[in-house]
């Protein structure tokens, strides 16, 4: 079985930066799509971004287009959300997760999940 384990979050001012890094572990699949979540208290989980098995090609949420950067480094396991130009908005719980072949912008689509890093931005 998959696991995923998130890093990174923390506190940032507005206009500031954070990367966030998702590790998997057990057995790992090279052709995963990785999608970024996340929620905030009294919302629902929503769609961030996601990067597809291969790592070349990447989807964004509107809100965050042009601001937020998906990476993967297969060799490492890893895939990172670079978040640049933060705003109070994008405050919430991020969590990585993964799933075969083609990407979703569907949380139930996705088989693995993070246990989720907290991300608070200050005004």
């Known amino acids: 079985q998959v696991q995923l384990v998130e890093s990174g979050g923390g506190l940032v001012q507005a206009g500031g930066s954070l990367r966030l890094s998702c590790t998997a572990s057990?057995?790992?699949?090279?052709?995963?799509?990785m999608g970024w979540f996340r929620q905030a208290p009294g919302k629902e989980r929503e769609f961030v971004g996601a990067?597809?098995?291969?790592?070349?090609?990447?989807y964004y949420a509107d809100s965050v287009k042009g601001r937020f950067t998906i990476s993967r480094d297969n060799a490492k396991n890893t895939v990172y959300l670079q978040m640049n130009s933060m705003t109070p908005e994008d405050t919430a719980v991020y969590y990585c997760?993964?799933?075969?072949?083609?990407?979703?912008?569907?949380?139930?689509?996705?088989?693995?999940w993070g246990q989720g890093t907290q991300v608070t931005v200050s005004s």
């Open positions: 057990g057995r790992i699949f090279s052709n995963f799509a």
């Open positions: 990067i597809s098995w291969r790592g070349g090609s990447t």
């Open positions: 997760a993964a799933r075969r072949l083609v990407y979703s912008r569907t949380p139930d689509d996705y088989n693995y």
